[in-house]
């Protein structure tokens, strides 16, 4: 090895330290971006902080938790003030996509979710001040409420939360009207809304938190004799790659997780191919699962985490 060459390596080993050094000092640990942040030799999940978490607690996938999160984020770690002062962390925007299912059965799940979206936003706005909102609903068709533009306040947010949980008794899909009259729902045609049609910031940590008790059909079906199904699972996949969303999916994960946290025919679930996380709808209504606190720890997991596939 030429002295060139040595003398570049320990440059490289120095520098290593010196960042290694920055980061333990007063660092906390980030549930989910596959490093031991505060230096305890534990990671993520096997970590004390994040071990008893909602979101560690959750259905895990063979994607890991929390390894997503959109790799134009800014990711910095500031040492302030001295050796013993906390390091700072320094993100880009925070979107969420609400994207639920509004057909009869789901008033109790919308009543969990409302019950702890005050908790939810309380912990975006404090990573991200200017944390954005939105909402996509859907029973065999769907709708961007209000144009998926972010709700200026929790307030109006839940009362958003309120119309929808009341339509759920209405037993209409929210475009056509048309009465629901089969089981599936049309997950698909929604999280597609979510990842075409709603405004995304650059570089935002980009989270779509789906709400469901049904499985799903593909393009060409029609649900209940009247609406058509406009996309197939494929298409949502590459759509939410493509956008980099990942997805915090509140299914029956015992009866219908294919496609979420199951293979959907030969592909992977939606859930892995976003590196998400996969929580059971039964559990929420059963009252053993916080809805509002799993997405709070979800999206505090997520935001400043790379998008890994």
């Known amino acids: 090895m030429t002295s060139t060459r040595a003398s570049s390596l320990t440059l490289f080993v120095l520098l290593t330290l010196a960042i290694a050094g ?3 000092r007063g660092a906390r640990e980030i549930c989910g971006n596959g490093s031991d942040d505060d230096g305890d030799g534990a990671t993520d999940c096997a970590d004390a902080t994040c071990a008893s978490t909602a979101a560690c607690l959750a259905t895990s996938t063979d994607a890991g ?3 997503a999160g959109p790799a134009d984020a800014p990711f910095v770690l500031v040492d302030a003030q001295g050796p013993d002062a906390p390091a700072v962390v320094e ?3 925070l979107d969420v ?26 912990a975006a706005t404090a990573l991200s001040p200017d944390a954005r909102f939105s909402m996509i609903v859907f ?11 972010p709700f200026a306040t929790v307030s109006e947010l839940r009362g958003a939360f309120d119309t929808w949980r009341s339509f759920c008794a209405s037993n209409e899909s929210p475009v056509s009207r048309a009465q629901n009259y089969d089981f599936p729902e049309n997950s698909l045609d929604a999280l597609y809304l979510a990842a075409t049609d709603c405004t995304l910031r650059e570089g935002a940590t980009r989270v779509v938190v789906h709400v469901t008790d ?7 079906a029609v649900f209940s004799d009247a609406v058509t199904c406009q996309h197939t699972f494929p298409e949502v996949s590459r759509a939410f790659v493509a956008q980099q969303l990942r997805v915090a999916s509140f299914h029956d994960t015992a009866d219908y997780p294919e496609g979420f946290s199951r293979p959907w025919e030969s592909a992977p679930g939606l859930v892995e191919q976003t590196g998400g996380a996969s929580f059971s709808l039964d559990e929420v209504v059963a009252g053993r699962l ?4 799993a997405i709070r720890t ?4 997520e935001y400043c985490t790379p998008f890994l596939i």
């Open 22 to 24: 920055c980061r333990e």
């Open 65 to 67: 938790m929390f390894d």
């Open 97 to 122: 996509i609400f994207v639920l299912d509004v057909s009869t059965s789901m008033e109790g799940s919308l009543n969990a979710l409302r019950d702890g979206i005050g908790d939810v936003w309380d």
């Open 91 to 93: 993100c880009g925007p």
């Open 139 to 149: 029973v065999d068709d769907a709708l961007a409420v209000n144009g998926c533009a």
């Open 298 to 301: 979800f999206v505090e997991a």
């Open 290 to 293: 916080n809805m509002g606190e």
């Open 214 to 220: 049904d499985t799903f059909l593909e393009r060409p």
